[in-house]
């Protein structure tokens, strides 16, 4: 099979991610500037080493480019650690855009927007799901620990006129979608969809994107964004489990493709 052997030679996952990837943009003229396009994700043990994230990116924008897709339309996802974040500040001066996920720290948030990244991914429910294990409670959406996490981050970004887009994800509950309706984009599961598409009423905007555009501050340095990180437990905890959960998936992912390739 020319495929099979195209991805032994190459790379399985990465090559099998640009497969997919030429193959959903085959029929679509979108890019990521009109809300479309493709993105790839590599969060695991790269995580920490800012050289060879650059370099797995730069692969897969090579593999991109040959089967005539533009750079335009692929996002690379990067976890928000120091060495994702410098990762994506290198790739987004070469104009390949990024997506830095797994953030759930203010200090993360901060370091994105000084690097210039395109887009964040602040997640709503597994901060949620923090607290109400520690704190044995329920929270109404306008007291949710998520929501008013993403609002934070929506706010800095507005006062300090970043670009870079801020997209809710990971949610649990129509109502914290509601909570942060007017974020610049929400990522949104089909379950969840169905169910706000099933709901009556008006939609309240809750967040603006206009705000007073103050004097940033200065550029965060590595040891002011490891303590502001290590002050807040919930984010240590979620970005540690969050790589380690993502590592475990490619690496299930990469024994069921060995095995069908008999490798």
């Known amino acids: 099979m020319q495929i099979a052997s195209f991805m032994q030679r190459k790379g399985t996952i990465i090559t099998l991610a640009a497969l997919f990837g030429a193959l959903v943009l085959a029929t679509s003229d979108a890019s990521f500037a009109g809300g479309g ?16 994230s650059i370099a797995k990116a730069h692969q897969l924008i090579d593999l991109y480019e040959r089967t005539g897709i533009g ?37 993360q948030a901060r370091a994105c927007f000084d690097a210039g990244v395109y887009l964040i991914s602040p997640f709503v429910g597994r901060v949620t799901d923090w607290y109400k294990k520690e704190t044995g409670k329920d929270y109404a959406s306008e007291e949710d620990p998520g929501v008013q996490f993403v609002r934070g981050v929506c706010r800095y970004a507005s006062d300090y006129a970043y670009d870079t887009v801020v997209m809710g994800a990971s949610f649990r509950t129509t109502g914290q979608i509601l909570a942060l309706a007017g974020c610049n ?23 603006s994107d206009v705000g007073e555009a103050a004097e940033r501050l200065p550029a965060m340095s590595e040891a002011e964004f490891r303590w502001g990180h290590n002050q807040d437990a919930m984010a240590n905890d979620k970005l540690a489990e969050g790589i380690r959960r993502f590592d475990a998936d490619q690496v299930s992912l990469e024994q069921r493709l060995a095995e069908r390739l008999g490798t």
């Not at 290198?90 to 203010?106: A, H, K, W």
Request: aromatic share 6%.
């Open 71 to 107: 750079r335009d339309k692929v996002l690379i996802k990067l976890a928000s650690t120091w060495e994702g974040i410098r990762a994506a500040e290198v790739l987004e001066r070469e104009g390949i855009q990024c997506n830095l996920t797994l953030l759930f720290s203010d200090a």
């Open 37 to 52: 396009g493709t993105e790839f994700e590599d969060v695991r043990r790269l995580s920490f080493d800012r050289e060879a």
């Open 185 to 207: 984009r929400l990522t949104i599961s089909p379950q969840l969809l169905e169910e706000l598409a099933a709901a009556q009423g008006e939609v309240e905007r809750k967040i």
